[in-house]
């Protein structure tokens, strides 16, 4: 019984505490409530407020910028109306200039119309007074033009050929003065052997007894050694020498080292002649490669980067002549002569003297390469990588203009090595032919009565008919033959051409 009331006790405290909690969450739940309403109603206030606030800024905004818009559109009808206002103005100044040359070209038109009309009384006059002047005359317009101009030609061709003789004596002295002065210089500097190379080259030997040994039985030794060389041996009368023949250069010498090496071997048959040419082909390369060393050394140009076998090359013209002049002599001479020329007007001496050296490269295998020496050596150059301003020299000597001052240069040097006394020397047959050429290019032009070629082929006479060639004339065609001998013929040097008109009159008193 007591644990039972003690349980309801306990189970009534519960429901009583319980009732208890749930109203006071009630009552706290409530007022929570109460107090987010508050604030929400507070919230939606303010935001109204401020909602209020931004439309009264934004309607104030809308009517300050209406005003700005209002004002700058015042302005910009007032501006329009001043350029419309000064439009206007210039429109009315542009019709009254219209107005103005309107009644100029009237008074144009009308004033041409007056010269036209006074143009036609002058040509009536004028043809009034030519008609009086020829009936005075006894001549017509045309004959009195013919006689007028007849001898104004005259007059004015006497005084401009004065004036040109005498423009051409003065700048022709200056010049040659001054280009005498300057190849003095030059040339004194230089002191080059003259042409003494020929077809042959002689071979020293002991005795008589060693040409039957070089001969051999049935002449087989002779026979081999003309047969590996490629030239003739010549055995005649004179004592203690024997003579190869042959125009190639490099082919006599291998044949004079082989004939000597045989000599002083003293075994002479075909087997050992062979071996000795061998051996003298070998030598003779390594005598051209020195060749060309030296040639380059002399001159003061580097070897750096040069290749071999150009420099090789170069060294083969010591064994090549033209006209009689060795031409890496000639090569040398000129490498020389372009340096010194180039440092007496200013050119660059170091192309000059390579330029100068190269110029005749190609001429060491003109015989093995088809086309002109001038191609080949331009075309060799710039195989082993020379730049073109020192291949060009090879092409540009050869050139009547040619492009840079440097290859004038190189020709000008070229010409007086070549041009030299003692340098070269012509065969009789083409002396000869040089001269017949000379003649005949100036007979070419009519006119011309006789023409005679003196000195060696370095002066020309031409003499005149003075009935077909007058004194403007001559000059003239003194000119034209000297250009046409420039663009037809080759030749050392210069040519003088002295055209010669005179008049005889031959009258007998009886």
Request: hydrophobic share 40%; proline share 3%.
């Amino acid at each position: 019984m007591t644990f039972t009331l003690y349980l309801g006790a306990i189970l009534g405290g519960i429901a009583a505490g319980t009732a208890l909690g749930y109203g006071i969450r009630a009552f706290v739940a409530k007022n929570k409530i109460n107090s987010a309403e508050l604030t929400a109603e507070k919230i939606i206030k303010e935001a109204q407020i401020k909602e209020k606030d931004l439309l009264l800024q934004a309607k104030n905004k809308a009517l300050q910028t209406i005003e700005e818009a209002k004002r700058d559109d015042e302005n910009r009808r007032k501006e329009l109306r001043l350029i419309q206002q000064k439009l206007e103005k210039h429109e009315s100044n542009y019709e009254v200039r219209v107005q103005d040359l309107q009644k100029k070209q009237e008074q144009l038109f009308e004033r041409n119309n007056q010269l036209e009309t006074l143009r036609g009384d002058l040509q009536k006059l004028k043809e009034e007074e030519v008609k009086k002047i020829e009936t005075v005359a006894g001549l017509t317009r045309d004959e009195a033009k013919e006689v007028l101009l007849k001898d104004v030609e005259g007059l004015v061709n006497e005084e401009f050929v004065s004036r040109m003789r005498k423009l051409e004596r003065v700048n022709s002295d200056e010049l040659e003065k001054k280009a005498r002065t300057m190849l003095s210089t030059v040339i004194q500097r230089i002191a080059s052997s003259h042409s003494v190379e020929t077809t042959t080259t002689s071979v020293q030997i002991p005795n008589d007894e060693m040409k039957g040994r070089i001969i051999g039985k049935e002449g087989r030794n002779i026979k081999a050694i003309e047969h590996l060389t490629g030239t003739e041996i010549i055995i005649d009368d004179t004592p203690n020498a024997i003579t190869v023949s042959g125009f190639s250069p490099i082919r006599r010498q291998v044949a004079r080292l082989a004939i000597e090496k045989l000599i002083e071997d003293g075994r002479i048959h075909p087997t050992r002649i062979e071996e000795c040419v061998e051996q003298a082909k070998k030598d003779l390369a390594v005598d051209i490669k020195k060749a060309g060393e030296d040639a380059f050394y002399e001159l003061g140009i580097p070897l750096t980067g040069m290749d071999p076998k150009f420099v090789q090359i170069l060294g083969r013209l010591k064994y090549r002549t033209s006209y009689g002049q060795n031409v890496l002599k000639h090569s040398m001479e000129v490498g020389q002569l372009a340096g010194i020329l180039a440092a007496e007007i200013g050119a660059d001496v170091a192309i000059c003297k390579k330029g100068g050296l190269l110029h005749d490269v190609g001429k060491a295998v003109d015989h093995d390469v088809q086309g002109a020496h001038p191609e080949i050596g331009y075309n060799i150059m710039k195989k082993f990588g020379l730049p073109e301003e020192i291949a060009y020299h090879s092409i540009g000597h050869h050139e009547d203009h040619p492009k840079t001052l440097e290859a004038i240069v190189v020709k000008a040097a070229d010409a007086i090595s070549g041009a030299r006394p003692g340098a070269r020397k012509d065969t009789y047959e083409f002396y000869i032919q040089r001269l017949e050429d000379l003649e005949r290019t100036a007979m070419e032009f009519p006119g011309v009565e006789k023409v005679y070629a003196i000195q060696a082929g370095r002066e020309i006479r031409v003499f005149v008919e003075p009935k077909v060639v007058d004194d403007f004339g001559a000059f003239r065609l003194a000119k034209e033959i000297a250009t046409k001998i420039e663009a037809d013929l080759k030749y050392p040097g210069e040519i003088k051409v002295n055209v010669i008109r005179e008049t005889r009159v031959v009258e007998y008193a009886r």
